[in-house]
């Protein structure tokens, strides 16, 4: 019988797939980035979208050019309801071979902060802080401008995203921020 994971138990799923700290800390950041979203967007779920963003990447350390595909098989081994295997691989939409595509606003904005907060964190990582929280809008448009700075963070999908969610740039950018701000204490635990 499939189960919707708590985010303790998706932690440690994520673990089992996943051994580089990069990508757990990148599952963790996504995560409590959509927990974020979610107080805004749909607070009965707040859970649920933090597990969503854990879990979105869990077949891409092992599996990186079957990614968003084989984690359908990894996620039915461990019995996860068909609600979360869906809505993880609706962020590959358009750059991986999953046919799922985002619709409902969890899984637009999963869609679009993927990308997202690897630009910011790639950002904060070059500051002496090594943190966000003393950076701001206008550093993050500097480096989202920058193509080759964190070159492996797709901007034409986080643009896609803003126009899929009907968000200006400067919104989603400043959303972002605030949410990665609000929650690093807990991704980089």
């Known amino acids: 019988m499939s189960f919707i994971p708590d985010y303790d138990e998706a932690l440690e799923i994520l673990k089992k797939y996943n051994k580089e700290p990069f990508h757990i800390t990148h599952g963790k950041t996504v995560g409590e980035v959509m927990g ?6 749909d607070p009965e779920n707040v859970e649920y979208w933090r597990v969503v963003g854990l879990l979105h990447d869990l077949d ?4 990186p050019e079957e990614h968003c595909v084989k984690q359908v098989e990894l996620m039915k081994n461990e019995n996860i309801d068909d609600r979360i295997i869906n809505s ?3 962020h590959g939409y358009s750059h991986s071979d999953s046919t799922v595509k985002p619709e409902h606003i969890m899984e637009k904005i999963l869609y679009t902060v993927d990308e997202l907060t690897g630009i910011i964190w790639a950002a904060a990582l070059m500051r002496p802080s090594k943190s966000v929280q003393d950076m701001n809008l206008k ?3 500097k480096k989202f401008k920058d193509k080759k700075f964190a070159a492996g963070c ?12 009907d968000w200006d740039m400067n919104f989603l950018l400043t959303e972002t921020l605030e949410a990665m701000k609000a929650t690093e204490e807990n991704y980089m635990s």
């Not at 974020?36 to 967007?41: E, I, P, R, S």
């Not at 891409?60 to 599996?63: A, C, D, K, Q, V």
């Not at 797709?154 to 969610?165: M, Q, S, V, Y």
């Open 36 to 41: 974020y979203f979610a107080k805004k967007y």
């Open 60 to 63: 891409f350390e092992m599996y």
């Open 88 to 90: 993880t691989i609706s």
């Open 139 to 141: 550093s993050v448009k």
């Open 154 to 165: 797709n901007r034409d999908i986080i643009k896609e995203g803003a126009e899929n969610l």
